[in-house]
């Protein structure tokens, strides 16, 4: 049952060929059995979830059932779950529990799916290997030795694993698309503002967006169908209606016109991992694509710019975790200013800490002009290179990571090589547009993932590229052999 | 030496909008603590600012009030720091980009005399919440209520050269939000506070002082003490060859001196950056017209239109437009008596007297405009005497009914029947052989002055009933009758 798509889970409740509660039982029996190798879930809400599954079977039973009505998913320890603890992967928020749900929580519960739980993440989603947990790191099913990726490590390790069959996850600066190329399932990160932010703890608000970590494109097109809603209650969310991603999914993709960058093929891209992204490319060609060699000149600035502007963002952000109000606080506090100084540098790790000071170092007096501004300037001439691109292609494709999973501790020591692996990812985040990481291959026995740019609000052609490329490979349908 | 005082204000206007400017929380003052203070107040984990659009209509209102710039796009920055009262440790605030640009006001003076003050800007912001220090143990607590209530903050230029044009400047802005009915300005609630940037400098020098600045200033009078007592340490240490040093200074209104307040904190870098859940605000010429199209007549405009429409001086129609309340009260009393200056004269006479004693704002006037009109209707018909007026206004406001009321139930109509009055005049001058030997004997021009005493003497027995004018002209009849 638990290579079961979204697709096929729909289909399976419907035709009762299964119930919502045996479904659900049956991945909770998994994540119990197995999850102790990946460590991919910190929350598990097995008794909520099952009342959920029950409330399920009754609505497909009376023919009442909306789009996910009974289909299981896990949800990334960042979106607030109105009395499940969410954590955020940090010591800080250990004991937080919220009395609200995100609105991409409410959009599930709305569309009838069941929350098996919370997936591990790195702490306050700042990490590229899932390590910066405070409940420690996750594993990569492909290899427990290895990282899956961060920081949604944990919803790819449980996608992966088969222990969810959707899993929710948010993408500042590579955080759906990297684990996903890590764990080879298929990651989605939105246009900007196309998903809510309410209920979702921000990291750099101008930089965060959630999407979906699944199996398929199909299922990931089912579940940002879902995610994605105009809301009130999110200024930046965007007040367009939500397409049904589903229905290009199967139009043909001949005439395509694909975008390659030939900066996103330099020095740093393991040659194995490029050579499965040609291809993937080539593979295009044959289902009628034409490539188009195309040039993302301030590539290399965006890696630089984003640890000013996101680390900025951050340092206020984090601001409120003062341990005044909720959360973590230091004991015995001497006065206020111990409160502070205590509460923070116990709560918090030390990447969380790292860019706090950076952003803060950023944005002082003397020195903003110097990063934080010219970090925004950096940050127009890149969104301008896409903007260019898109008036000659379609979509954009290149490799989602210089590498493939490495081991667990390889990069520790080093945070600017760590900062490298999403070298390739960052800059849609910077410009806003939608990007994918698809399986393509395996590299030195691991998975590869290919990464798709589409333009602003195309997550539907995105898609059906995607889409086609899964009917013509089955790189895809290849599972962990610890999933087994 | 003679020395000059250059002040420039910082003004604190609580908007008076029924949510927070970033919340669906309530405003209302004087709830228990943290009990309207929602998610977003509390600056609970995800959760995300969404403006209110009456701030915003609130704060273009008073700009244009102010004849200012509209700042068509105008974006909120975060102010960083941390203290327990500001939940998401930055203010929510306007810095390179305000809604409200340069403008200006005229303020008018005791001494009849009237000045232009440039505004420098004004900016929305989030007000925090407050800290209690008391009965907490050794520990404080934190009320968030106010935390997230919206605020403009009102920038003058240094244009104000003594105490009195401070609070000139202050009374004035209140005037405006209090017309526009964008804040209650209640001071005693911090509903308007005020900082004020003090400095001095040689009469004819061009370069201003270095200033300071009083913080937390909360009421009319304080500003005007602080200002001057400020300005006197300034002068005295400079005097003894001292130099001031910028710094922020609290106010003391026990002992009436300023003292600094602690100075580490001032090196404080707020790291100001645009805030990145919330779009830039960008404002149609369409919907700035249309703010413009509904605003209420302002101050000036009222006064300039109480001086030519009911004949007031310029002195009582600025006395009479500084309060909308008073305005409108003043109007309704001229409207429904006919009678606009003696209705000038009892509104700022009696009535604020009155209020003044009580402590009370016009609109909780113990004598309503309808009872005070129909008060001065009698008057205008003779019914009363002006003096006799005063006796029943009293009255009215221990709530005994309206005039007419008043007037039957103390029995207290006008003598106006000759033949009572000529009896009365009779008698008093019967009863006062002495001064009437005296007057007949006195200078022809003395002899005016010296009916006081027979006037008064029939006012008396008439209980003060008597028809003045017509006592006057009978008495001087029989009296003259006697030469």
Same mark, same amino acid.
């Given at each position: 049952?638990?290579?079961?798509?979204?697709?096929?889970?729909?289909?399976?409740?419907?035709?009762?060929?299964?119930?919502?509660?045996?479904?659900?039982?049956?991945?909770?029996?998994?994540?119990?059995?197995?999850?102790?190798?990946?460590?991919?879930?910190?929350?598990?809400?097995?008794?909520?979830?099952?009342?959920?599954?029950?409330?399920?079977?009754?609505?497909?039973?009376?023919?009442?059932?909306?789009?996910?009505?009974?289909?299981?998913?896990?949800?990334?320890?960042?979106?607030?779950?109105?009395?499940?603890?969410?954590?955020?992967?940090?010591?800080?928020?250990?004991?937080?529990?919220?009395?609200?749900?995100?609105?991409?929580?409410?959009?599930?519960?709305?569309?009838?799916?069941?929350?098996?739980?919370?997936?591990?993440?790195?702490?306050?989603?700042?990490?590229?290997?899932?390590?910066?947990?405070?409940?420690?790191?996750?594993?990569?099913?492909?290899?427990?030795?290895?990282?899956? &990726?961060?920081? @949604?490590?944990?919803?790819?390790? *449980?996608? $992966?694993?088969? +222990?969810?069959? =959707?899993?929710?996850? #948010?993408? /500042?600066?590579?955080?759906?698309?990297?684990?996903?190329?890590?764990?080879?399932?298929?990651?989605?990160?939105?246009?900007? &503002?196309?998903? @809510?932010?309410?209920?979702?703890? *921000?990291? $750099?608000?101008? +930089?965060?967006? =959630?999407?979906?970590? #699944?199996? /398929?494109?199909?299922?990931?097109?089912?579940?940002?169908?879902?995610?994605?809603?105009?809301?009130?209650?999110?200024?930046?969310?965007?007040?367009?209606?939500?397409?049904?991603?589903?229905?290009?999914?199967?139009?043909?993709?001949?005439?395509?016109?694909?975008?390659?960058?030939?900066?996103?093929?330099?020095?740093?891209?393991?040659?194995?991992?490029?050579?499965?992204?040609?291809?993937?490319?080539?593979?295009?060609?044959?289902?009628?694509?034409?490539?188009?060699?195309?040039?993302?000149?301030?590539?290399?600035?965006?890696?630089?710019?984003?640890?000013?502007?996101?680390?900025?963002?951050?340092?206020?952000?984090?601001?409120?975790?003062?341990?005044?109000?909720?959360?973590?606080?230091?004991?015995?506090?001497?006065?206020?200013?111990?409160?502070?100084?205590?509460?923070?540098?116990?709560?918090?790790?030390?990447?969380?800490?790292?860019?706090?000071?950076?952003?803060?170092?950023?944005?002082?007096?003397?020195?903003?002009?110097?990063?934080?501004?010219?970090?925004?300037?950096?940050?127009?001439?890149?969104?301008?290179?896409?903007?260019?691109?898109?008036?000659?292609?379609?979509?954009?494709?290149?490799?989602?990571?210089?590498?493939?999973?490495?081991?667990?501790?390889?990069?520790?020591?080093?945070?600017?090589?760590?900062?490298?692996?999403?070298?390739?990812?960052?800059?849609?985040?910077?410009?806003?547009?939608?990007?994918?990481?698809?399986?393509?291959?395996?590299?030195?026995?691991?998975?590869?993932?290919?990464?798709?740019?589409?333009?602003?609000?195309?997550?539907?052609?995105?898609?059906?590229?995607?889409?086609?490329?899964?009917?013509?490979?089955?790189?895809?349908?290849?599972?962990?052999?610890?999933?087994? | 030496?003679?020395?000059?005082?250059?002040?420039?204000?910082?003004?604190?206007?609580?908007?008076?909008?029924?949510?927070?400017?970033?919340?669906?929380?309530?405003?209302?003052?004087?709830?228990?603590?943290?009990?309207?203070?929602?998610?977003?107040?509390?600056?609970?984990?995800?959760?995300?600012?969404?403006?209110?659009?009456?701030?915003?209509?609130?704060?273009?209102?008073?700009?244009?009030?102010?004849?200012?710039?509209?700042?068509?796009?105008?974006?909120?920055?975060?102010?960083?720091?941390?203290?327990?009262?500001?939940?998401?440790?930055?203010?929510?605030?306007?810095?390179?980009?305000?809604?409200?640009?340069?403008?200006?006001?005229?303020?008018?003076?005791?001494?009849?005399?009237?000045?232009?003050?440039?505004?420098?800007?004004?900016?929305?912001?989030?007000?925090?919440?407050?800290?209690?220090?008391?009965?907490?143990?050794?520990?404080?607590?934190?009320?968030?209520?106010?935390?997230?209530?919206?605020?403009?903050?009102?920038?003058?230029?240094?244009?104000?050269?003594?105490?009195?044009?401070?609070?000139?400047?202050?009374?004035?802005?209140?005037?405006?939000?209090?017309?526009?009915?964008?804040?209650?300005?209640?001071?005693?609630?911090?509903?308007?506070?005020?900082?004020?940037?003090?400095?001095?400098?040689?009469?004819?020098?061009?370069?201003?002082?270095?200033?300071?600045?009083?913080?937390?200033?909360?009421?009319?009078?304080?500003?005007?003490?602080?200002?001057?007592?400020?300005?006197?340490?300034?002068?005295?240490?400079?005097?003894?060859?001292?130099?001031?040093?910028?710094?922020?200074?609290?106010?003391?209104?026990?002992?009436?001196?300023?003292?600094?307040?602690?100075?580490?904190?001032?090196?404080?870098?707020?790291?100001?950056?645009?805030?990145?859940?919330?779009?830039?605000?960008?404002?149609?010429?369409?919907?700035?017209?249309?703010?413009?199209?509904?605003?209420?007549?302002?101050?000036?405009?009222?006064?300039?239109?109480?001086?030519?429409?009911?004949?007031?001086?310029?002195?009582?129609?600025?006395?009479?437009?500084?309060?909308?309340?008073?305005?409108?009260?003043?109007?309704?009393?001229?409207?429904?008596?006919?009678?606009?200056?003696?209705?000038?004269?009892?509104?700022?006479?009696?009535?604020?007297?009155?209020?003044?004693?009580?402590?009370?704002?016009?609109?909780?006037?113990?004598?309503?405009?309808?009872?005070?009109?129909?008060?001065?209707?009698?008057?205008?018909?003779?019914?009363?005497?002006?003096?006799?007026?005063?006796?029943?206004?009293?009255?009215?406001?221990?709530?005994?009914?309206?005039?007419?009321?008043?007037?039957?139930?103390?029995?207290?109509?006008?003598?106006?029947?000759?033949?009572?009055?000529?009896?009365?005049?009779?008698?008093?001058?019967?009863?006062?052989?002495?001064?009437?030997?005296?007057?007949?004997?006195?200078?022809?021009?003395?002899?005016?002055?010296?009916?006081?005493?027979?006037?008064?003497?029939?006012?008396?027995?008439?209980?003060?009933?008597?028809?003045?004018?017509?006592?006057?002209?009978?008495?001087?009849?029989?009296?003259?009758?006697?030469?």
């Amino acid at each position: 049952m638990h290579q079961l798509t979204i697709a096929e889970i729909i289909r399976g409740l419907r035709d009762k060929q299964f119930s919502s509660v045996e479904l659900t039982s049956h991945y909770l029996e998994r994540i119990q059995q197995l999850d102790s190798q990946f460590n991919s879930f910190i929350t598990v809400t097995s008794e909520q979830a099952l009342k959920e599954a029950a409330t399920a079977d009754a609505r497909l039973a009376q023919g009442d059932a909306p789009a996910l009505c009974g289909v299981p998913v896990a949800h990334k320890d960042i979106f607030c779950t109105n009395g499940v603890r969410t954590s955020c992967g940090s010591k800080m928020l250990d004991n937080f529990v919220p009395p609200y749900d995100a609105t991409v929580i409410h959009n599930f519960q709305q569309a009838g799916a069941i929350s098996l739980g919370k997936t591990n993440m790195d702490e306050f989603a700042m990490g590229s290997s899932n390590e910066t947990s405070y409940y420690g790191a996750v594993k990569n099913p492909w290899d427990v030795e290895r990282i899956p &990726g961060g920081s @949604s490590g944990g919803s790819a390790a *449980a996608v $992966a694993a088969l +222990l969810a069959p =959707g899993a929710t996850a #948010t993408d /500042t600066g590579g955080s759906i698309r990297q684990p996903a190329a890590m764990t080879g399932t298929t990651g989605l990160k939105p246009t900007y &503002g196309r998903v @809510s932010r309410w209920g979702m703890i *921000a990291f $750099a608000s101008s +930089l965060d967006q =959630g999407g979906p970590i #699944t199996r /398929t494109a199909e299922d990931a097109a089912l579940m940002l169908s879902i995610m994605a809603s105009p809301d009130a209650k999110d200024s930046t969310c965007l007040d367009r209606p939500v397409q049904d991603y589903t229905a290009q999914l199967n139009d043909a993709i001949a005439g395509l016109k694909i975008g390659v960058p030939s900066e996103y093929f330099g020095e740093g891209l393991d040659s194995e991992v490029g050579a499965r992204v040609q291809d993937a490319l080539k593979e295009y060609e044959k289902l009628g694509a034409e490539l188009v060699e195309i040039s993302l000149p301030h590539s290399k600035l965006a890696v630089p710019a984003y640890y000013v502007i996101a680390p900025a963002e951050a340092s206020a952000n984090l601001s409120r975790f003062d341990g005044v109000r909720y959360g973590y606080r230091c004991e015995n506090p001497a006065d206020l200013r111990d409160l502070y100084m205590r509460s923070r540098g116990e709560g918090f790790g030390e990447e969380v800490k790292r860019r706090i000071l950076v952003g803060s170092y950023a944005l002082s007096a003397g020195y903003y002009d110097a990063y934080y501004n010219k970090a925004q300037q950096v940050r127009r001439l890149i969104k301008q290179d896409f903007v260019d691109a898109f008036d000659k292609v379609d979509v954009i494709m290149g490799p989602t990571a210089p590498n493939p999973a490495f081991k667990l501790g390889e990069k520790n020591a080093d945070p600017v090589a760590m900062y490298l692996e999403d070298i390739y990812t960052i800059a849609t985040n910077l410009a806003g547009l939608p990007g994918m990481s698809i399986p393509c291959g395996f590299a030195h026995g691991l998975p590869v993932g290919l990464q798709i740019i589409g333009n602003y609000l195309d997550e539907a052609r995105m898609l059906n590229v995607a889409h086609q490329f899964q009917q013509a490979s089955d790189w895809h349908q290849q599972t962990a052999p610890a999933a087994e | 030496m003679e020395w000059e005082v250059v002040i420039g204000l910082e003004v604190h206007v609580q908007l008076a909008t029924q949510s927070k400017i970033f919340s669906g929380a309530s405003t209302a003052f004087g709830a228990d603590p943290n009990t309207q203070a929602c998610a977003v107040d509390l600056a609970m984990p995800g959760t995300l600012p969404v403006p209110n659009e009456e701030a915003f209509r609130f704060a273009v209102m008073f700009g244009l009030a102010m004849n200012a710039e509209i700042g068509k796009r105008s974006v909120f920055e975060r102010k960083n720091y941390f203290y327990p009262d500001l939940p998401k440790g930055y203010q929510t605030t306007q810095l390179e980009q305000p809604i409200v640009g340069e403008g200006q006001i005229e303020i008018h003076l005791e001494d009849g005399s009237s000045k232009t003050v440039r505004l420098h800007h004004a900016h929305l912001e989030e007000d925090a919440g407050k800290s209690l220090h008391e009965d907490f143990h050794g520990m404080s607590g934190i009320d968030l209520n106010r935390a997230g209530t919206p605020l403009i903050e009102i920038v003058s230029e240094p244009d104000m050269r003594s105490a009195a044009e401070a609070v000139a400047y202050l009374k004035k802005i209140h005037s405006i939000v209090t017309y526009l009915g964008i804040s209650d300005g209640d001071m005693s609630q911090g509903s308007l506070r005020c900082d004020a940037n003090v400095s001095v400098r040689l009469k004819g020098e061009e370069e201003l002082g270095t200033r300071t600045e009083i913080k937390n200033l909360n009421s009319f009078r304080f500003i005007e003490k602080a200002i001057k007592v400020e300005a006197q340490r300034q002068i005295d240490l400079i005097e003894d060859g001292g130099r001031v040093v910028q710094e922020t200074r609290l106010y003391d209104a026990d002992k009436n001196e300023t003292r600094s307040m602690r100075s580490k904190e001032v090196a404080n870098d707020y790291r100001y950056f645009p805030c990145p859940d919330l779009l830039p605000v960008v404002l149609s010429d369409e919907y700035i017209e249309q703010v413009r199209g509904d605003l209420p007549e302002l101050p000036d405009a009222k006064c300039a239109r109480f001086e030519k429409e009911y004949g007031l001086s310029a002195y009582d129609a600025d006395q009479l437009t500084q309060e909308r309340l008073t305005a409108n009260y003043f109007e309704q009393v001229a409207a429904k008596s006919g009678e606009a200056k003696l209705a000038a004269n009892w509104v700022m006479g009696e009535v604020a007297a009155l209020l003044n004693r009580e402590e009370k704002s016009i609109e909780q006037s113990p004598v309503n405009a309808e009872h005070l009109a129909g008060l001065i209707a009698r008057i205008k018909d003779g019914t009363i005497s002006s003096k006799i007026a005063k006796q029943v206004f009293e009255a009215m406001a221990n709530g005994d009914g309206d005039a007419d009321a008043v007037i039957e139930a103390k029995g207290l109509k006008q003598v106006s029947d000759t033949g009572a009055i000529e009896k009365l005049v009779d008698d008093v001058i019967a009863a006062s052989s002495a001064q009437v030997e005296n007057y007949r004997n006195a200078d022809p021009d003395k002899r005016p002055k010296m009916m006081g005493f027979f006037v008064g003497q029939i006012m008396k027995a008439s209980k003060g009933q008597a028809n003045p004018q017509m006592i006057n002209k009978i008495l001087k009849e029989k009296l003259d009758a006697l030469l």
